[in-house]
């Protein structure tokens, strides 16, 4: 492998700074709307017993693992360092199953609302607690096969030394045969495919009942249509993550500089702000979610300050959540 010097070449080491601060200032501000999110999520029962919120917080916690991962990752990549195969493996995989996990979770939230508008009356049968948790596991299931099926192919394609070099780690240095990038492309657009007829699916469902909904029904089901809208968007954005291996890897054969810029661009464009729309479609946009969102915050920022903030505002909002989830 060509020194590690060379990986930087011609980029300035402060262009190549500014782009690591800038990228660690995002990810830290995304793990903390992701801890606070989570940490509110139990705070209610209604919260962790509801599928929806359920697979909310399946999405924070698999959007955060993959900030983490991946952020040490391009660390690496941009100041040279290398290590075992072994070790690169485990995390290259584990990062390619928490990016499938969360795609897969966002058609079954989508296939929740499809549930909650369309079929109303059969909404607590289909989507209690039990199956929701029978749910997880099968996304996970769906999830790893990617991963197997790439695995199962790398073992069989190389020998024992291959697992003790030291590598810059990335995805696409494990696409040793032609053969096994297009088998890695197939199978990304086949669950692509999948998804994306899952989610159109979903909507037109969801537009014919908002042609005949009326009043506060014509309210919800307009909601139902957006969020279903931002969850195509996202899924989108992170499928097209999926993608991103097989492309810097056909640019890391032609230039080096290249590839390392656009795998900065990938990380932010794909990787970064798919991760800004989880907590933007249940955080924000759903009013019970808000509320205690609202609630737990003020609470804490009086107990950690000291601060006295309006009793009777803090009440009020605490009510109106409490009256929320029951």
């Given at each position: 492998?060509a020194?590690?010097?060379?990986l930087?070449?011609?980029?300035?080491?402060?262009?190549i700074?500014?782009?690591?601060i800038i990228?660690?200032?995002?990810?830290m501000?995304f793990?903390?709307?992701n801890?606070?999110?989570?940490?509110?999520f139990?705070?209610?029962?209604?919260?962790?017993?509801t599928?929806?919120?359920?697979?909310?917080a399946?999405?924070?916690?698999s959007?955060?693992?993959?900030?983490?991962?991946t952020?040490?990752?391009?660390?690496m990549?941009?100041?040279g360092?290398?290590m075992q195969?072994?070790?690169?493996i485990?995390?290259c995989f584990m990062l390619?199953?928490?990016y499938?996990?969360?795609s897969?979770?966002?058609?079954a939230?989508?296939?929740?609302r499809y549930?909650?508008i369309?079929?109303p009356?059969?909404h607590g049968?289909?989507?209690?607690?039990?199956n929701t948790f029978h749910?997880?596991?099968i996304i996970h299931g769906l999830?790893?096969v990617p991963?197997?099926?790439i695995?199962s192919?790398?073992?069989?394609?190389?020998?024992?030394s291959?697992?003790?070099?030291?590598?810059?780690?990335?995805?696409?240095?494990?696409?040793?045969?032609k053969?096994?990038?297009?088998?890695?492309?197939?199978?990304?657009?086949?669950?692509?495919l999948?998804?994306i007829?899952t989610i159109?699916?979903?909507y037109?469902k969801i537009?014919k009942?908002?042609?005949?909904a009326s009043?506060?029904?014509?309210k919800?089901t307009?909601k139902?249509l957006?969020?279903v809208l931002l969850?195509g968007?996202?899924?989108v954005?992170?499928?097209?993550?999926l993608?991103?291996p097989?492309?810097?890897s056909a640019?890391?054969?032609?230039?080096?500089i290249?590839?390392?810029q656009?795998?900065?661009?990938?990380?932010?464009?794909?990787g970064?702000a798919?991760r800004c729309l989880?907590?933007?479609?249940?955080g924000?946009r759903?009013?019970?979610?808000?509320?205690e969102l609202?609630?737990y915050t003020?609470?804490s920022?009086q107990k950690i300050?000291?601060?006295?903030?309006n009793?009777?505002?803090?009440?009020i909002?605490?009510?109106?959540?409490?009256?929320?989830?029951?």
């Amino acid at each position: 492998m060509a020194d590690n010097s060379s990986l930087v070449g011609g980029e300035s080491l402060r262009q190549i700074n500014d782009r690591v601060i800038i990228v660690q200032v995002l990810v830290m501000i995304f793990l903390c709307i992701n801890s606070l999110l989570i940490m509110t999520f139990f705070k209610k029962e209604c919260f962790y017993t509801t599928t929806r919120y359920i697979l909310f917080a399946l999405t924070l916690l698999s959007d955060s693992m993959i900030l983490l991962l991946t952020d040490i990752l391009l660390i690496m990549t941009y100041f040279g360092f290398t290590m075992q195969v072994g070790l690169c493996i485990v995390i290259c995989f584990m990062l390619y199953i928490f990016y499938t996990v969360t795609s897969v979770t966002l058609t079954a939230m989508t296939l929740e609302r499809y549930v909650a508008i369309c079929m109303p009356l059969r909404h607590g049968e289909l989507c209690s607690t039990r199956n929701t948790f029978h749910c997880i596991l099968i996304i996970h299931g769906l999830s790893s096969v990617p991963c197997i099926v790439i695995l199962s192919t790398l073992f069989a394609s190389v020998s024992l030394s291959f697992y003790s070099q030291f590598i810059l780690c990335s995805m696409e240095m494990f696409l040793v045969h032609k053969w096994q990038d297009h088998l890695m492309s197939a199978i990304n657009q086949f669950y692509f495919l999948i998804m994306i007829i899952t989610i159109v699916f979903c909507y037109v469902k969801i537009m014919k009942v908002a042609k005949v909904a009326s009043g506060e029904n014509k309210k919800s089901t307009s909601k139902g249509l957006r969020t279903v809208l931002l969850h195509g968007f996202q899924l989108v954005l992170c499928l097209i993550q999926l993608w991103c291996p097989s492309v810097e890897s056909a640019i890391l054969q032609i230039d080096l500089i290249l590839f390392i810029q656009v795998k900065y661009f990938n990380y932010v464009i794909f990787g970064l702000a798919p991760r800004c729309l989880s907590p933007l479609i249940y955080g924000l946009r759903d009013e019970k979610f808000f509320l205690e969102l609202k609630s737990y915050t003020f609470f804490s920022f009086q107990k950690i300050t000291g601060f006295t903030i309006n009793n009777n505002k803090c009440c009020i909002i605490y009510c109106r959540c409490h009256y929320q989830c029951y």
